[in-house]
């Protein structure tokens, strides 16, 4: 008779075991959204992906939308984690262009943008599925209002360009841009307009440079 107080062996090692299965579909749908797409993401191709019973996707996720949406949270949380020790250390907007293109390379070359295309692709077929999706892009908008505010805070054009307005531009023609390339396979041409947007950052520091400082109160 196991100790009040203490936890069953048994109990610990169920939980274990759950959150390996969890896990190991998680891992199966993200390689699955990869390959195969959203219409191929089915219960029983992840499910023999994972080497699972496909009954045990629903046991643990209800649907096999909820499934997704984890895969999708799985890529995200990775993503923002790397990222945002990516933009630690930048100190001015090329260093932030330059991270800016290095995140886009690594994105295409590890097939997490697959993932979100694929995902939004759902979206048009799916009831919910769209409200789900957006809610997820949500906090990248966070996170490059701060890298701009951080890099840009200082600068003359600052209060010109309000923070929240370019973030959501940012982003919205960064994911335009995935989308794009993820289509065609053509990633030079969105490495150019990357370069063309590091220039006309260097131009607006030049510009910068000439400009009455910020008034202070």
Known sequence: MAKSGSPSKVATASTERSANTRRALVEAA????KEH????????AIAERAGLNQGLVFYHFGSVASLLLAALDAVSDDRMVRF???????????????????IFREDLDTGHVTV?????????????LGAEVASRIGPWFTFTKDAIDKTFGDSPFASLLPADDVAYTIVALFLGLEMLTHLDGDR?????????AQQLVTMLGAFSAFAPPKETS
């Open 30 to 33: 993200i390689e699955t959204l």
């Open 37 to 44: 797409g959203f219409s191929g993401a089915s219960a029983r």
């Open 116 to 128: 979100l295309v694929e995902m939004i692709a759902g979206a048009s077929s799916t009831p919910g």
């Open 188 to 196: 030079e041409r969105a490495l150019t307009i990357f370069g063309r």
């Open 84 to 102: 945002s020790a990516a933009v630690e250390n930048v100190s001015s907007p090329n260093e932030l262009m330059d991270v800016a293109a290095q």
